[in-house]
C-alpha cells in the first residue's frame, strides 16, 4: 500500500500541527484506512493491535470533529466515551487526547478503579468533552450520578477481545442501553472470534471494516516449509533434512 501523509488526511491546521509536533508524518495503515472512514461518519470496526497505532486512529478524527463543532457552538457535555480495559491503556489514551487535541481546546478526564474517586469527580464537575474510562469505575460514577451520557455522540470500544478476557462483558452490556441510540460508535479488537463478532453486531450499525495484518512474527531469514508424512516417516524425514 502507498504511503499516506497525516497532511492528505484533511485534517484542520491545528489538528495536523499538533499530529506532525509528535513526529509523525506518515500515517500507519490502521491510520491511513480508519481516518477517512471515521470522518465520513461511518461506525467502524477494526481489527488491529496495540503498536499499530491505532489510538491515533481514533482519537484524531475524533478531536477534528469535536473541534469543528465545537468552534460552531454546543451544548456542553460529554461528546465522547472511550471504553478501555485496564488502567494503563486508559492513561495512554488520555496522553494521546492530550497531544493531538493540544491546540483544540478540548477537555478530557481519564477515570478507572483501584484509586479514590475524588480527582475524578472533581474533573467530571469542571466539565469536559472527552471521557476515557475502564468500564466497572465509568458504571459506579454513573450509578452516583457524577456522569450523564445523553449528549454523548462518538463511542469507542477499545481492545473487545481483552475486555472479554478480563470478565468485562456484563458491565459492557449494562453500559451499553446508557447511550444515544443516534452515535458514531468505533469498535476495535486485535481477534474477532464469534463471540466478539456477536458483541460487535449489537453496538454498530452498517459498519466499515478496516483490519491490519499485525506484524508477521517469523523471521525473514529462516525459510519455512511444510511436509506431509506419515507418523511412522517423520524421524526418518528429519534425519534426511538434517
Ligand atoms: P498504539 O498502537 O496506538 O498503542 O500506538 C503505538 C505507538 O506508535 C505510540 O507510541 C504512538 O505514539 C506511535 N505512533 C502512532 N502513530 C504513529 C505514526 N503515524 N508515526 C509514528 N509513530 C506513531
Known amino acids: 500500500m502507498e504511503t499516506i501523509r497525516f497532511d492528505e488526511l484533511n485534517l484542520d491546521p491545528r489538528i495536523l500541527r499538533a499530529v506532525t509536533d509528535m513526529g509523525f508524518e506518515a500515517a500507519s495503515p490502521i491510520q491511513a484506512q480508519a481516518i477517512p472512514v471515521e470522518m465520513e461518519g461511518h461506525d467502524m470496526i477494526g481489527q ?12 484524531i478524527p475524533i478531536i477534528q470533529r469535536l473541534y469543528l463543532q465545537k468552534k460552531k457552538g454546543y451544548k456542553r457535555g460529554i461528546k465522547a466515551l472511550i471504553l478501555t480495559p485496564t488502567r494503563e ?37 469542571r466539565g469536559i468533552d472527552i471521557l476515557i474510562a475502564t468500564p466497572g469505575r465509568l458504571l459506579d460514577l454513573i450509578g452516583q450520578g457524577f456522569i450523564h451520557l445523553d449528549t454523548l455522540e462518538y463511542f469507542v470500544l477499545d481492545e473487545a477481545d481483552r475486555m ?17 441510540k ?7 479488537s486485535a481477534t474477532m ?27 525473514d531469514a529462516i525459510d519455512q516449509s511444510v511436509y506431509f508424512v506419515e507418523k511412522a516417516e ?6 534426511s533434512l538434517l
Not at 478540548?106 to 467530571?124: D, N, S, W, Y
Not at 462483558?169 to 451499553?176: C, G, M, T, V
Not at 464469534?194 to 499485525?214: F, M
Open 182 to 188: 443516534k452515535r458514531q460508535s468505533l469498535f476495535f
Open 164 to 180: 472479554l478476557d478480563m470478565g468485562f462483558i456484563h458491565d459492557i452490556k449494562r453500559i451499553l442501553p446508557l447511550l444515544p
Open 234 to 239: 517423520k524421524i526418518n524425514l528429519l534425519k
Open 48 to 59: 488491529a493491535q496495540t503498536g499499530t497505532g491505532k489510538t491515533a486512529a481514533f482519537s
Open 89 to 125: 491503556l486508559a492513561i495512554q489514551i488520555g496522553e494521546s487526547f492530550a497531544a493531538y487535541g493540544r491546540f483544540a481546546g478540548l477537555r478530557h478526564t481519564v477515570i478507572f478503579g483501584g484509586v479514590g474517586q475524588k480527582p475524578q469527580t472533581e474533573a467530571l464537575e
Open 193 to 219: 472470534p464469534p463471540e466478539i463478532e456477536r458483541l460487535a453486531g449489537t453496538i454498530l450499525s452498517a459498519p466499515q471494516k478496516v483490519e491490519v495484518t499485525p506484524a508477521s512474527s517469523t523471521v
